[in-house]
């Protein structure tokens, strides 16, 4: 099936299918050898299956040891897993206004996209499953793991056509979903800026965090935090009338204050502690991506990151 193949469809608008274009073709250049042989020896592998129970022989790994069959039978037994031969990769995607807000060429919601379409071309050529679940004030559209073209030009299309949400993300939904519709080991990338009012508690971990812990006990999961350069650093513009993309309020604010910029990034600094805290207590892996960068290089950089913590740990 040709790349145009893949972008015809008359469900969607003209202007969203150029945009489905252009992120497609951006992203398709960036995958690579390198990029693709990486994503394999970091994640693949990652999901086992349990196969079978055997005597333990000289030269077996210790850790695979069946502590309850060895105390029962006496002699030493272990625990034998086969790779799983497909991974499912599973994006979910914040849908909020929030995510609509770009500075630069691109919004923050079509950094999203572009990293999904990344890793799903890898994962497509790895002949993994990939599968979407969408979320704003509630958990939204659920595309099951799926192996093909097809099923990767969906999920990109998908992110950037589902109409942006109002009110307080729900990320207690989205988990709780993925909990149920999860039924086998995958690889989940959480894609959303947090920027969620109960993220912003001083020395506090939202309740949902719990939840996030129980579903990352039977999945790997990695959080995917999208900024834009102007909410870390304004332009020394004078003065700026902001209208809130969740609220709708407006304030004017003198972005030439030396007071106003301080506070501005002493916030900034905040939302990023208070994200990395949350993967902290959960032991889960955390990207950043900004719209002014290239996407490709931070999610190699994870990928070396994270296959050298792997080798260490051996």
């Known amino acids: 099936m040709s790349e145009e193949d893949l972008i015809q469809d008359e469900v969607f608008a003209p202007e969203l299918m150029a945009r489905v274009r252009q992120i497609q073709l951006r992203t398709r250049r960036m995958v ?78 079509e950094v999203a996209a572009q990293l999904v379409a990344l890793l799903s071309y890898v994962a497509a050529r790895q002949h993994d499953r990939v599968g979407l679940a969408l979320f704003g004030a509630q958990a939204g559209l659920w595309l099951p793991p799926r192996k093909g073209a097809d099923a990767v030009a969906r999920v990109i299309r998908e992110v950037l056509a589902a109409p942006p949400t109002a009110g307080e993300r729900s990320f207690a939904d989205v988990i709780d979903h993925c909990s149920r519709s999860l039924g086998r080991h995958s690889l989940l990338f959480f894609v959303s800026d947090f920027a969620s009012s109960d993220l912003t508690r001083p020395g506090e971990l939202p309740e949902w965090s719990t939840k996030l812990s129980v579903l990352a006990r039977r999945h ?55 994200v990395a805290a949350l993967a902290a207590r959960s032991n889960l892996d955390l990207i950043e991506l900004s719209t002014d960068g290239n996407v490709a290089d931070p999610i190699a950089g994870f990928f070396a990151a994270r296959g050298r913590r792997r080798r260490g740990s051996r």
């Open 220 to 274: 790997d999961i990695v959080l995917a935090r999208i900024v834009d350069p102007f909410e870390v650093e304004p332009p020394p513009a004078g003065w700026l009338t902001l209208e809130g993309l969740e609220s709708h309020k407006r304030i004017e604010v003198d972005t030439r204050s030396k007071r106003v910029r301080e506070a501005w990034r002493a916030a900034a600094i905040a939302r990023k502690a208070a």
């Open 32 to 109: 690579s050898e390198v990029l693709t042989g990486a994503y394999r020896s970091t994640f693949r592998g990652s999901g086992i299956e349990f196969d079978d129970i055997r005597p333990y022989q000289p030269g077996d790994d210790v850790r695979s040891i069946d502590w309850k069959r060895t105390a029962r039978a006496g002699d030493a037994y272990i625990k034998t897993y086969i790779e799983e031969r497909e991974l499912s990769l599973v994006f979910a995607v914040d849908t909020s206004r929030s995510m609509d807000f770009g500075s630069r060429e691109f919004t923050k919601r």
